[in-house]
């Protein structure tokens, strides 16, 4: 049977022993070092001493405590470590080799307090000189050996303690790191669930606010201008079917089709490049005269800022129809080296005019989320104001950390 074999029974076996009993192990270990002592009691050497049923004893009593060397390791130590030398003292020998001796100083460098195993070393080396001592016919290569075999069993002991440490370490670290992960996820869940009820509020507050104001116009055009009423129930038609496609863009569901039947990905996001659309739009469906006004050189921003452009100057409009009875609105683009600046301006009511809710706060929270800001208030004639500046793609890096 080879080796592998031997360990793929072997192994598993005591894996479930340890399971079943945390103490097993120790039971086990003690009965073979009483049965390594009785040894010499059943099988003595040839012009020896023979063990005596004291010395047997004393032997058993270097076993018997290493039941409890876990749970008790400093008096399981002590208890056994005494009767080693008590057998030499007394005349019975002990045995040739120290199995409990060694077992004990294992287990003291394994679970003990550093200042007790080295005490427990300290005096098993000084321990087995003095026991060597009281033999007769003593051999200088058997100090070697036994002091070998302490140090050998202490190393072993050390050598477990240090990789029981590393072990626990490991398992620590990856708890904290399956903690951390935990909560990025939770943290990303949650900035989805953000933006998407962000896009959400733009997409049908705006939507809502254009059908309304058709809406109410639709009875007075009806009696005075029949052509007149049909285009604006168009408009109403359009704009409910854009927040649609909108909507269903933003859950993914929404695929462009290519001529072959096949699927090219989700139709592209709002950018900046559609604010000229969204301006005209506004104006055309509820009467407000809206302007844009571009001065600077276009730089390129993260796909990201170009949705939050589109969407703060969406939002900024929708206010403006919803809350500020304005007759007139201008959106102004800056574009610098290091980003740009809207500027929706309007000439209606002003801050008095009851813009709360999530519309303001959705505005300066993405502008946040892109590394930018947003400032609100009176606008320099009267009427109500909204500066948002976003940074470039590099920039954003910068001012989010």
């Known amino acids: 049977m080879s080796l592998r074999s031997v360990r793929s029974v072997f192994v598993p076996v005591v894996a479930r022993w340890r399971a079943a009993s945390p103490y097993a192990l120790d039971v086990a270990v003690a009965a073979i070092v009483l ?3 009785s040894l010499q009691w059943m099988f003595p050497d040839e012009g020896d001493d023979p063990l005596s049923l004291g010395g047997w004893l004393l032997g058993a009593a270097t076993a018997v405590p290493l039941v409890w060397r876990r749970r008790a390791p400093w008096a399981s130590g002590w208890a056994a470590s005494a009767a080693t030398p008590a057998q ?3 005349h019975a020998p002990p045995p040739d080799v120290m199995y409990g001796g060694m077992v004990v100083l294992y287990t003291m460098a394994a679970l003990a307090r550093p200042w007790q195993r080295r005490l427990m070393l300290t005096g098993w080396i000084v321990g087995v000189v003095s026991t060597m001592q009281h033999q007769a016919d003593k051999e200088p290569f058997e100090y070697a050996f036994h002091l070998m075999g302490i140090v050998c069993a202490y190393a072993l002991g ?3 303690r240090v990789q029981r440490a590393y072990t626990t370490e490991l398992e620590d670290r990856a708890r904290r790191l399956e903690g951390q992960r935990t909560a990025d996820t939770a943290r990303a869940r949650a900035e989805e669930r953000a933006r998407i009820a962000r896009d959400m509020h733009d997409i049908l507050a705006h939507a809502v606010s254009l059908m ?3 809406a109410e116009a639709g009875p007075v055009v009806v009696r005075k201008d029949p052509e007149r009423a049909e285009a604006t129930f168009d408009t109403i038609a359009e704009t409910g079917r854009d927040a649609m496609a909108q909507l269903r863009r933003i859950l993914g569901v929404l695929k462009e089709e290519r001529p072959d039947g096949g699927v090219t990905g989700r139709m592209p996001q709002p ?5 000229p659309l969204l301006v005209s739009q506004v104006g055309n469906s509820t009467g407000l005269h809206t302007e844009l006004r571009t001065t600077g050189e276009p730089c390129p921003l993260s796909s990201d800022t170009e949705i939050a452009a589109y969407r703060v100057v969406q939002e900024a409009l929708t206010n403006t129809v919803k809350h500020a009875r304005a007759s007139r609105a201008v959106v102004e683009l800056d574009w610098t080296e290091d980003g740009v600046t809207l500027t929706m301006t309007d000439d209606g009511r002003g801050p008095s005019a009851p813009v709360g809710g999530h519309g303001l706060i959705g505005i ?3 502008a946040a989320a892109c590394g930018g800001s947003a400032e609100t208030g009176s606008g320099p004639d009267g ?3 909204v500066v948002v500046r976003l940074p470039v793609a590099a920039d954003r890096e910068g001012a989010l950390g």
């Open 158 to 160: 050390m050598l477990a």
């Open 271 to 275: 950018s900046v490049a559609a604010l």
């Open 364 to 366: 300066r929270e993405r």
């Open 383 to 385: 009427g109500f104001r």
């Open 35 to 37: 049965f390594a002592v």
């Open 88 to 90: 030499a003292l007394y």
């Open 212 to 214: 309304v104001v058709q």
